[in-house]
Structures are given as structure tokens and as C-alpha cells.
């Protein structure tokens, strides 16, 4: 027969293998709606954007880039880059405060749960 630190203990290791499987599922489900969207984006501007000037159709390079009406697309890029570097760095910065958070409280609340049952 198991004791209470064992009970306690197998359970906290299976809620954090818990954890780690909706994180993964988590992550899949986001890799693969990432990667969706980056064939649609794909798709799309071959789409909507013709040959290139200069260029033979299909064929993509920074000096395209350089052509009458491409300030729009330029823009476009540069305010996508700036916004996914903001959000990337909001998140992981979210990410390490929830982290640590976490560490301090869980010790604290075993401490005490611990100091209960031995009072009892």
C-alpha cells in the first residue's frame, strides 16, 4: 500500500505528463494552422500579383521588389515583421512571469500541505 507522499507525488507527475500532452497537441495545432496559412499567403500572391516586372512568371527576387508598385507590398512586409517580433517577444515575456509564478507558489502550497497533514 502506497503512503500520501507517494499518492501525492505519482499524482503531481501525472498531471504534469497531462500538461505536457495539451501543450504538444497544442503545439501541433498551431504548427499546422501556421503552415495553412502560409500556403493561402502563397497561393494568394501568386494569385494576385501577375509576373513580376522584369521577371519571367514565377520567378521571385529582391530586385523585383524594386518596381513601380511594390511600396504597398514593402510596407506590408515590414509592419508583418514588426508585429510578429512584438507579439513573439509579448508572449515569451508572458511565458517566463507565468513560469516563475508558478515555481515559487507550488513549493509554498506543498510546504504547507505537508506541515497540515503532519499537525494531524
Known amino acids: 500500500m502506497r503512503s500520501d507522499k507517494e499518492r501525492i507525488a505519482l ?3 501525472r498531471a504534469e505528463e497531462l500538461k505536457r500532452q495539451k501543450e504538444k497537441h497544442a503545439l501541433t495545432l498551431w504548427g499546422s494552422a501556421s503552415a495553412g496559412l502560409a500556403a493561402l499567403l502563397l497561393v494568394l500572391t501568386l494569385q494576385f500579383t501577375g509576373a513580376p516586372h522584369g521577371l519571367g512568371q514565377g520567378m ?3 530586385s523585383s521588389l524594386l518596381g513601380e508598385s511594390a511600396g504597398g507590398y514593402v510596407l506590408a512586409a515590414v509592419i508583418a515583421f514588426a508585429a ?4 513573439t517577444t509579448l508572449i515569451r ?3 517566463s ?3 516563475n509564478r508558478n515555481n515559487t507558489e507550488e ?3 506543498m510546504l504547507e500541505k505537508e506541515n497540515e497533514e503532519d499537525n494531524r
Do not use: D
Open 11 to 13: 499524482l503531481h507527475q
Open 84 to 87: 510578429g517580433v512584438v507579439i
Open 97 to 99: 512571469k507565468t513560469k
Open 60 to 62: 521571385f527576387s529582391a
Open 93 to 95: 515575456r508572458y511565458r
Open 107 to 109: 513549493p509554498k502550497a
